[in-house]
C-alpha cells in the first residue's frame, strides 16, 4: 500500500463479554475501575489457542498489533497493544492508540478508558489527541515498588495524514497496581529520550536490561517505492541496565566493551549487517538470552532466533523461523515478540499481521508459535564460583 496505515488496521473492542477499566492523567493518580463485564477464557494456554482467541473476536475484538506480554509478580500477566480498532454500539468501529489486556490464568480482561460509546487509550488518555499526539505502549517491568512499569513512546505526526510522518519524540513510564490495574503514577524515566530505552525490558537476578529500538517507522527512507523506516537507526538496538527493579535509577549503557554512562556510545548488540530493521525482542530463559526479530519488519519474511550467554550479546542464530502472511498477495507480516510460557520446555511468540492496504479484518491480529526453550546455561559467575572462570 502507499503507505503502512493503521487507521483501518486495528485493534480491541469494548463489548458485552469483557471488562473495561479506566484511567487517565498526566501526573500520580488513582483511577477508578469500572467493570462492565465478564472476561473471556480459554481450555488451556496455547498457541493454538491464543490464535483461536484472537480469531474469534473475544469481548469484541477486530484485531491488534505490537502484542507485548509481560509476567507479573502475583502470576499474572499483562499484554498491551498499539492502535485498537474498536466496535462502537452501533455497529461501526474506531481507533484506539493504546489498549491493554490483563490475563489471570487463563482469562482475559481488556484495559481500555472512556465508555462503550467513546472508548479511549487505557494509558495517556487525557494527554492523546487522536490521529496526532499519541502513545504507543513499548516494555513493561516490574519495579521495587510492586508496580508494574509500562514504557510508551511519545508519537507525533508531522504529515499530512495519519502515519504518514510519525515522529516518536520522547518515552514516557505509567505505574499501575498489579492487583486492580489502576494507574498510580505517570511520570518520565530517567532516560525520557526519542531512543526509547524501553523499547524491550528484560531482567536476570540483579541487572533489569532496558533495550533501544528507534521505532521510526512512517515517512523517512523509500523502499520498495514507500517512504517508511528511518534506516539510519532502525537496524540499531542498543541497551542500558538499572539494578533490578529500581527503574528510576540513572541508567549506564553497553559501549561495546564496558557500561558507562554516556548514551552517545552505546554500542549495538544484535547484528546491524544486512538488516534494515531490528525489532528485537529480548527474554532471558535458563540463564541464555534469547533474542526473536522479524527481520525487515513489513517486507521481511524470516523471524530469527538468536541466543547469547550475555544480555550484550553477542547474539548467534539459533533458528531461522519462515514468516506466514494470512493471505498470499494482500497481506504482510512485522514484529515477533516473546509471550510468557506455562511449559517451562517451550517459548510462545507472537507475530503481528496486517493488511497492505490497512484496512479493519480479520487479518490485523496476531498468531503464535512456539520453539523449544534453551537447555539450562551456567552463567559465567556460577561457573566461575566452581573455578571454570573464562
Not at 529480548?282 to 525487515?296: A, D, E, F, L, R
Request: glycine share 8%.
Amino acid at each position: 500500500m502507499s503507505s503502512h496505515r493503521k487507521v483501518g488496521m486495528v485493534g480491541m473492542i469494548i463489548a458485552a463479554s469483557m471488562t473495561v477499566i479506566a484511567s487517565g492523567g498526566l501526573s500520580p493518580i488513582r483511577a477508578a475501575v469500572s467493570p462492565l463485564a465478564a472476561s473471556v477464557c480459554l481450555t488451556q494456554f496455547s498457541p493454538d489457542e491464543l490464535d483461536d482467541l484472537f480469531s474469534t473476536e473475544p469481548g469484541g475484538v477486530i484485531g491488534a498489533d505490537y502484542q507485548r506480554a509481560t509476567p507479573l509478580a502475583n502470576g499474572d500477566v499483562l499484554w498491551t497493544f498499539q492502535d485498537a480498532e474498536v466496535r462502537l454500539p452501533n455497529g461501526s468501529s474506531t481507533l484506539v492508540h493504546n489498549i491493554g489486556m490483563l490475563q489471570r490464568e487463563n482469562c482475559f480482561t481488556v484495559l481500555m478508558s472512556g465508555t462503550a460509546a467513546d472508548p479511549q487509550p487505557w494509558l495517556l488518555a487525557s494527554d492523546t489527541t487522536k490521529f496526532s499526539h499519541w502513545y504507543w505502549p513499548l516494555g513493561a517491568e516490574m519495579a521495587v515498588d510492586g508496580r508494574v512499569y509500562v514504557f510508551l513512546a511519545e508519537m507525533f505526526e508531522t504529515g499530512p495524514g495519519y502515519l504518514t510522518h510519525v515522529e516518536p519524540i520522547a518515552t514516557r513510564v505509567v505505574g499501575v497496581d498489579i492487583e486492580t490495574m489502576e494507574v498510580e503514577f505517570v511520570g518520565l524515566p530517567p532516560d525520557a529520550s526519542a531512543a526509547l530505552y524501553g523499547w524491550s525490558i528484560e531482567s536476570d537476578r540483579t541487572w533489569t536490561y532496558l533495550y533501544a529500538q528507534c521505532h521510526r517507522q512512517f515517512g523517512y527512507d523509500p523502499y520498495i517505492w514507500v517512504y517508511a523506516h528511518d534506516f539510519g537507526c532502525a537496524n540499531r538496538v542498543t541497551v542500558a541496565r538499572v539494578p533490578r527493579g529500581q527503574l528510576f535509577a540513572r541508567p549506564s549503557y553497553w559501549s561495546g566493551a564496558r557500561w558507562q554512562s554516556d548514551p552517545g556510545r552505546a554500542a549495538p548488540v544484535i547484528d546491524t549487517v544486512g538488516r534494515l530493521v531490528n525489532a528485537s525482542q529480548i527474554v532471558w530463559s535458563n540463564n541464555n538470552w534469547m533474542s526473536i526479530t522479524k527481520v525487515g519488519d513489513w517486507w521481511g519474511d524470516r523471524i530469527l532466533i538468536e541466543r547469547s550467554d550475555r544480555p550484550t550479546g553477542p547474539f548467534v542464530v539459533v533458528a531461522d523461523i519462515a514468516a506466514v502472511p494470512k493471505c498470499a498477495v494482500d497481506c504482510n507480516t512485522y514484529f515477533a515478540s516473546w509471550v510468557p510460557s506455562p511449559d517451562p520446555d517451550q517459548l510462545i511468540f507472537g507475530l503481528s499481521h496486517n493488511r497492505w492496504d490497512g484496512i479493519a479484518t480479520e487479518v490485523y491480529r496476531p498468531t503464535f508459535s512456539a520453539v523449544p526453550a534453551p537447555a539450562y546455561t551456567m552463567s559465567p559467575a556460577d561457573r566461575c564460583s566452581i573455578g571454570q572462570c573464562s
